[in-house]
Each structure stands twice: as structure tokens, then as C-alpha cells.
């Protein structure tokens, strides 16, 4: 995809809601209407101050819904059927990764995948264009993790297209899914005569977490490995992209949360950027000390 959806700036029309300053708005409009009422409002009137923060919570909910009616009809803010919906304009429906099995239910594609496949659906009706091979190979493949399409630019070589595919959480594609995608790809239409398009796996390049994190005396230290464990696997997960990085003090930066005075990196990560490789978390390990 040509744009990073995640550093999109908040809509203007989406609005911070905050229930004191809406309240202190319906004072303020209160007064100013009804100047009698400004004494009541310095008492302890119970039944008026109630009145008031009931009317302050109805707008703040009005307000709420407003802004969630308005993520709604955004493609890179909508969720579930709200995204369906809108990406039936493509002619687009949510793939299956896992078929229903008896009582179990089908696991559907997440909204974050979905969401790729209808930015790049506005190219697929070109032939060669990144767009199109990056919507063909996830429909081939719907548990294709990331994907990414390389030309001259990157390696060098005219009339060369390399598609770099990866599995669920940084897994290896197995020949019959790397085929999967590659017959996809290379379809007429998708592909034009005189290019040359290639599907590669692309390199793990594997990483641990060795730290020890020095919290306060009084935590329990279980719950605090626990927390901290959850943010560093969560950016791992987030950097699980082909051409992704980790750069130094990424996961340093992970780690830190409440109790956490400080942390010690047994075996600092630094992982540049290729547009051919992916890297994987593969197991943290994590130890507590007591100031």
C-alpha cells in the first residue's frame, strides 16, 4: 500500500468529549439565558446539579455517536460490517480463513487485512500495478500475513517483479500456498506479457528478548512480567511486516510501564530494513528485580 493508514491524522470532525467541559458548557448557556438561576447553581441543590449532569451525559453520548457514526463511513476508521459495507463498492466481500466446523464458527478476515485489500482494489483494474497483485495474492491466499511487491526500483533488474509473501505471525509459506499466490498473480490480466513476476518467500530474520526490568519494591512481579511481556509482543506483532525494523530501543520502549523504574537489555535487537525480509519474535524472557 502507497500510504501508511496508521499515520493518517484524526478527521476535524471527530471530536475530543470531555463530560466536565460539557458541563460546564450547559452551565454557562443556563445562566446565560436564565441569569435568575446563577445563585442555585453556587447551592447544594441536589435535584438542579442532578438535572444538569443529566442533560451534560445525554449530549456527551449524542457527541460519542456522533463520532462513531462518523468513523463509520470512513474506510480507514470503520470496523466490521460498517467496513463490509463499505467495501461492497469494489465488489469486495470479507474472506474466509477458516471454514465453520460444526458448532465452531468460521474465522473471517480481520479488519485490518480487509482494509488492504479495499485501498488496493482502486488499482486492480491495472494490469502490473502493485495494487493489483497485492489484492490478487491475499484473495489466493487468505491467510497471507503481508505481502509486498518489488521492481526496478528496489532490485535493479527491468521487467522484474518480485511479490515477497509471508504467513500467519511471521510463518513460512509452504509451496502449495507460495503456488496458491503465485498462479494469482500471474494470471491474464494480472499480470502483462512482457514482465517477469516472481513469488518469493521472504526471510525471517528471527530476534529474542532477553531483559530484566527493575521495578519498585511491592509489585507483584508475576503481574508485571505479564504486562510488560504483552506490550513487547504486541510491537513485535506491530513490526511483523516485510521491509519493517526494529530500531534500537524499540523494544526497550515496550517494555516500560507502570512500576517499571528502569530496564536492562541482556541482548539489545537493531534490524534494518529490508524490503526481503520480515523479522520474527520469537520468545521473550523476562526478569524482575526489586529496588
Do not use: C
Request: charged share 25%; glycine share 6%.
Amino acid at each position: 500500500m502507497s500510504i501508511d493508514l496508521s499515520k493518517l491524522p484524526k478527521p476535524n470532525i471527530i471530536e475530543e468529549v470531555d463530560f466536565e467541559e460539557i458541563l460546564a458548557e450547559i452551565e454557562a448557556d443556563l445562566v446565560a439565558r436564565f441569569p435568575q438561576v446563577a445563585p442555585v447553581l453556587q447551592t447544594e441543590s441536589a435535584i438542579v446539579k442532578k438535572l444538569i449532569q443529566a442533560y451534560a451525559t445525554r449530549e456527551m453520548l449524542m457527541r460519542l455517536r456522533i463520532n462513531d457514526a462518523t468513523r463509520a463511513v470512513l474506510a480507514p476508521l470503520s470496523s466490521g460490517a460498517d467496513l463490509d459495507v463499505i467495501a461492497a463498492r469494489q465488489g469486495l466481500q470479507r474472506l474466509v480463513v477458516t471454514p465453520a466446523v460444526g458448532t465452531t464458527p468460521a474465522v473471517m478476515e480481520s479488519d485490518d487485512r480487509f482494509l488492504i485489500r479495499y485501498m488496493a482494489s482502486f488499482d486492480r483494474q491495472s494490469a502490473g500495478s502493485a495494487g493489483l497483485y497485492v489484492s490478487e495474492a491475499m484473495k489466493a491466499w487468505p491467510q497471507l500475513h503481508d505481502v509486498r511487491v518489488n521492481g526496478f526500483q528496489v532490485h535493479g533488474r527491468r521487467g522484474d517483479t518480485d511479490i515477497v509473501i509471508i504467513g500467519p505471525a511471521g510463518a513460512a509459506p509452504t509451496e502449495v500456498e507460495r503456488a496458491l499466490v503465485s498462479a494469482a498473480v500471474r494470471a491474464p490480466g494480472v499480470k502483462p506479457e512482457a514482465v517477469s513476476v516472481a513469488v518469493i518467500a521472504a526471510k525471517r530474520v528471527e530476534y529474542a528478548v532477553d531483559m530484566v526490568l527493575v521495578v519498585r519494591d511491592g509489585p507483584d512481579a508475576s503481574v508485571v512480567m505479564q504486562e510488560a511481556e504483552a506490550r513487547i509482543r504486541a510491537a513485535g506483532d506491530a513490526r511483523t511486516k516485510i521491509g519493517e525494523e526494529i530500531p534500537p530501543g524499540y523494544l526497550v520502549g515496550a517494555a516500560f510501564g507502570p512500576s517499571i523504574i528502569s530496564v536492562r537489555d541482556l541482548a539489545p535487537v537493531v534490524i534494518p530494513p529490508d524490503p526481503y525480509s520480515v523479522p520474527v519474535l520469537t520468545s521473550i524472557n523476562l526478569t524482575v528485580e526489586a529496588q
